[in-house]
């Protein structure tokens, strides 16, 4: 959190990606089916999908269920980024 859009992308390192908000709807999903527990439930993350508008796609599960909604590139402190790792 607290670091801006370009900054949080060099974070997230191979085998390590951001997901586009479609895989992380998916896991979001799946893993509270298994688990009954809401991932990105302290913080919003960000995506790798944008808006039509440019806006990166940001995620937040709270306890009525997974929002979806548009950030830009600047940093916040309830802003952070999702990511996933490769099987292989």
Request: aromatic share 12%; proline share 5%; no cysteine.
């Given at each position: ?50 808006t ?27 802003i ?9």
């Amino acid at each position: 959190t607290s670091r801006r859009w370009a900054d949080q992308q060099t974070m997230v390192q191979p085998p390590d990606f951001v997901p586009d908000a479609n895989l992380a709807i998916y896991a979001w999903v799946l893993h509270y089916l298994a688990t009954g527990e809401r991932m990105f439930s302290r913080v919003w993350v960000r995506t790798d999908s944008v808006t039509a508008r440019g806006s990166r796609v940001r995620l937040h599960g709270d306890a009525p269920g997974l929002h979806v909604d548009r950030w830009y590139g600047n940093a916040s402190s309830y802003i952070g980024v999702a990511s996933a790792r490769k099987s292989g």
